[in-house]
């Protein structure tokens, strides 16, 4: 059907994608995003990870105009429930064939896709963010990344810092221990990622290329009572002047499953000889080493979207979550994407679970979907898009309730993009 209408008015055509198509595809794919060639180690885990029946190519005849891709993913939800969650990725449009909708049909084909397979939720990382709006997504966690002049700032670490031990390992020898260690810490905060088979293969990737003048990459495990507690993969940067040594640190991960041993990776990462500048990026908004720098100021912190989260089945992703609070709040719901989600729905929940279903009680709050997709994880308060006019109370109270309940103790987190 969609082959007949597409040949019928010139539309491209678009189809699930198939193994025999996946290098012409995925070279759509990078070309539009500049067509620098990746390396083939990088190629080959790209077409690896590649769930070819969860992807859609937009075809102009034999020519391949769009791609655009899912991953199965598991989202940790507040509460640490592990959510199916479509991570969409690999999306594009031929620059050739852009502002013709191409972007907006396959939109269209991966929600409805995603919702017949059942999965609530649909997450990504945008390349710009002004793109996924309209298709009701929105910023549902950040990060930070930091530029810490480590000559000038100081750490104050906790207690019990000094029991830790670290050791140097290849990278590839303790991937294992390092995946085992990450599934330890995946639940504790909402927004992280479930490996899934292969995945772990993206933290050893270390194209020259990229490294501009860095070591590859190295690792150090962090032990408590023999037991690894934590580890940190990083590049240094050498660098000299008339001054001395200038060499920087760039984190590519820091994992741990306790404050301690994060701020024994963090001070081993702020001392590391003939270095001064720590550079790191994609961190939680709120990992300690913010609280316990002598100057914040001199650590250039910034902050950008990170994961942008859409609400698949409205009903099915607000019950799958736990609240900070109890909640009892009537949402008056906008989808124009995906009408099947608009209308009023009943979210009772607390700590322990929550139940959400259609009602025709009054509302107490208005809003669209975009705006329960940003407060999902509980990185951005309801009551502050309300204050940003974008959600409305029409019961007085309702919206301070929703908006602690809705809240998280820790800031959700993305620790790798996708
Ligand atoms: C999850 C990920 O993979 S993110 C990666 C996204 N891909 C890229 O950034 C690669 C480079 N860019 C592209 O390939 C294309 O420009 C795309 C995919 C962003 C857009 O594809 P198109 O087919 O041109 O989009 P389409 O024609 O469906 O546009 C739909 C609407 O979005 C708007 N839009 C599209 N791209 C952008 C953008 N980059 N910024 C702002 N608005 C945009 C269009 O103006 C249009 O608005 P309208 O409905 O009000 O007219």
């Given at each position: 059907m969609a082959n007949d209408s597409a040949r019928d008015t010139g539309r491209p055509e678009l189809r699930v994608l198939r193994q025999d198509e996946w290098n012409v595809w995925y070279d759509t794919l990078i070309r539009a995003f500049g067509g620098v060639p990746e390396t083939a180690e990088e190629r080959e885990l790209w077409d690896t990870l590649t769930e070819l029946d969860r992807s859609l190519g937009a075809w102009d005849g034999d020519t391949c105009v769009g791609t655009a891709g899912v991953f199965s993913f598991r989202l940790t939800v507040p509460g640490g429930a592990a959510v199916p969650a479509a991570g969409v990725t690999m999306v594009s449009v031929a620059a050739t064939h852009r502002r013709r909708g191409v972007l907006t049909s396959m939109m269209r084909r991966q929600l409805d896709d995603v919702r017949e397979w059942g999965w609530p939720l649909a997450v990504l990382t945008a390349?710009?963010?002004?793109?996924y709006g309209r298709f009701g997504y929105d910023v549902g966690s950040l990060q930070v990344s930091a530029e810490i002049d480590t000559t000038r700032v100081r750490l104050s670490v906790p207690a019990g810092t000094d029991d830790v031990r670290l050791r140097y390992a290849a990278p590839a020898d303790v991937l294992d221990v390092c995946e085992a260690l990450y599934a330890r810490t995946?639940?504790?905060?909402?927004g992280m990622l479930a490996r899934l088979p292969?995945?772990?293969r993206l933290g050893l990737l270390d194209p020259e290329s990229e490294r501009e003048g860095s070591s590859p990459l190295q690792c150090v495990l962090a032990e408590l009572d023999g037991e690894v507690v934590g580890y940190a993969r990083f590049h240094v940067k050498p660098e000299w002047d008339a001054s001395g040594a200038k060499g920087v640190v760039r984190v590519r991960d820091v994992q741990a499953v306790d404050p301690v041993a994060q701020a024994a990776l963090w001070r081993f990462l702020f001392g590391i000889?003939?270095?001064?500048t720590v550079k790191a990026y994609?961190?939680?908004?709120?990992?300690a080493w913010q609280y316990q720098?002598?100057?914040?100021?001199?650590?250039a912190v910034r902050v950008r979207d990170a994961l942008h989260v859409r609400l698949v089945e409205v009903g099915a992703a607000l019950e799958a979550r736990t609240y900070h609070a109890p909640v009892d709040v009537v949402f008056e719901v906008e989808d124009a994407?995906?009408?099947?989600?608009s209308g009023r729905w009943r979210l009772s929940g607390d700590g322990k679970g929550a139940s959400c279903e259609r009602t025709t009680d009054a509302a107490d709050l208005s809003l669209s979907v975009r705006e329960l997709g940003a407060a999902y994880l509980g990185g951005v308060s309801l009551a502050a898009l309300g204050a940003a006019g974008r959600v409305r109370e029409l019961r007085r109270g309702a919206l301070a309730q929703a908006a602690v309940g809705f809240g998280s103790a820790v800031a959700p987190w993305l620790p790798h993009g996708f």
């Open positions: 390349s710009e963010p002004e793109i995946v639940t504790g905060r909402p292969g995945w772990e000889d003939l270095t001064c994609a961190r939680p908004v709120d990992e720098v002598s100057d914040l100021r001199r650590c994407f995906c009408p099947w989600n």
